[in-house]
């Protein structure tokens, strides 16, 4: 086909005001596209989303979690702390929508957000969304930082500073970068016997408070089966009862601890690693 020149000028002026008219009449298909629906088990939705700001989250209380290995001979082996953005009435595994211009939307972290921990910016490793629970639905991404903390740096100031334009929420992690340590007290040393009673030190005894289970595994490196057992904190000492096996390998005492408040909790979760021999 070919355009005569008044059919150009005619084209060309009807693109220049076409921008106008879409807004007028948009109904007509030339606005943006609608959001397509999923299906989340029985569940269809539309997986809408938006930027929110913090205060715009009801009930919001963030979890900040610090993960820490130890052993003897490296006081910390690793280290992980992040730091999850709960809200909403019910700890469900997500979080739930917020309303929208256009319905229920899950909340993206806001691009004035940040993170930090003693002058360490923390990573932004889910910035929000929906996922599927399948059975339960669907539901809303937990909003999550991590910190790349690299061991042996000294922590002058141990509080979590999560900020955007809207409010700051401060989270003191005193005492949670600290080397921990466990010590035989029956038996006297690391040897141990298969059907034994164990009762052992640790330090700090503070993580002992408010403590109810203690994980107890061993991982054999040369011989034996490996094991879980639970162990119980008994006034400022674990005790654990050593399985019906044998063998050599490595022992982690973990040690978790929740501290509970209106405005954040906090998870320590401390590992001590010991090489042990386990005889009949």
Same mark, same amino acid.
């Given at each position: 086909?070919?355009?005569? $020149?008044?059919?150009?000028?005619?084209?060309?002026?009807?693109?220049?005001?076409?921008?106008?008219?879409?807004?007028?009449?948009?109904?007509?298909?030339?606005?943006?596209?609608?959001?397509?629906?999923?299906?989340?088990?029985?569940?269809?939705?539309?997986?809408?989303?938006?930027?929110?700001?913090?205060?715009?989250?009801?009930?919001?209380?963030?979890?900040?979690? %610090?993960?820490?290995?130890? &052993?003897?001979?490296?006081?910390?082996?690793?280290?992980?702390?992040?730091?999850?953005?709960?809200?909403?009435?019910?700890?469900?595994?997500?979080?739930?929508?917020?309303?929208?211009?256009?319905?229920?939307?899950?909340?993206?972290?806001?691009?004035?957000?940040?993170?930090?921990?003693?002058?360490?910016?923390?990573?932004?490793?889910?910035?929000?969304?929906?996922?599927?629970?399948?059975?339960?639905?669907?539901?809303?991404?937990?909003?999550?930082?991590?910190?790349?903390?690299?061991?042996?740096?000294?922590?002058?100031?141990?509080?979590?500073?999560? &900020?955007?334009?809207?409010?700051?929420?401060?989270?003191?992690?005193?005492?949670?970068?600290?080397?921990?340590?466990? $010590?035989?007290?029956?038996?006297?040393?690391?040897?141990?016997?298969?059907?034994?009673? %164990?009762?052992?030190?640790?330090?700090?005894?503070?993580?002992?408070? &408010?403590?109810?289970?203690?994980?107890?595994?061993?991982?054999?490196?040369?011989?034996?089966?490996?094991?879980?057992?639970?162990?119980?904190?008994?006034?400022?000492?674990?005790?654990?009862?050593?399985?019906?096996?044998?063998?050599?390998?490595?022992?982690?005492?973990?040690?978790?601890?929740?501290?509970?408040? $209106?405005?954040? &909790?906090?998870?320590?979760?401390?590992?001590?690693?010991?090489?042990?021999?386990?005889?009949?």
């Amino acid at each position: 086909m070919i355009l005569t $020149s008044r059919a150009v000028r005619t084209y060309s002026s009807l693109m220049q005001v076409w921008p106008a008219l879409c807004v007028v009449a948009i109904s007509v298909g030339c606005g943006e596209p609608d959001v397509p629906t999923e299906v989340c088990g029985v569940v269809e939705y539309t997986p809408r989303t938006a930027p929110h700001l913090l205060d715009e989250l009801a009930h919001l209380r963030p979890w900040a979690t %610090v993960k820490m290995t130890s &052993r003897e001979d490296v006081p910390i082996v690793s280290l992980e702390v992040t730091a999850t953005l709960w809200y909403g009435n019910t700890l469900i595994d997500g979080t739930p929508p917020v309303p929208g211009v256009d319905g229920d939307e899950c909340p993206l972290l806001d691009d004035s957000f940040s993170a930090t921990l003693d002058g360490l910016q923390g990573r932004v490793t889910q910035r929000g969304g929906w996922k599927c629970l399948v059975t339960g639905g669907p539901t809303c991404s937990q909003q999550t930082v991590t910190f790349d903390y690299p061991i042996g740096r000294p922590v002058t100031d141990p509080t979590l500073v999560i &900020r955007d334009g809207s409010t700051t929420i401060a989270i003191p992690l005193d005492g949670a970068f600290g080397p921990r340590m466990a $010590s035989p007290i029956d038996p006297a040393d690391w040897t141990l016997h298969a059907n034994q009673g %164990v009762r052992l030190a640790w330090t700090p005894e503070s993580d002992l408070l &408010r403590v109810g289970l203690v994980r107890i595994t061993f991982t054999p490196t040369a011989s034996g089966e490996s094991f879980y057992a639970e162990g119980e904190v008994v006034g400022n000492a674990l005790d654990f009862t050593v399985p019906d096996t044998t063998g050599d390998g490595l022992l982690e005492i973990e040690v978790p601890r929740l501290i509970d408040t $209106s405005d954040y &909790r906090v998870v320590l979760d401390m590992t001590f690693q010991q090489p042990v021999t386990i005889t009949p």
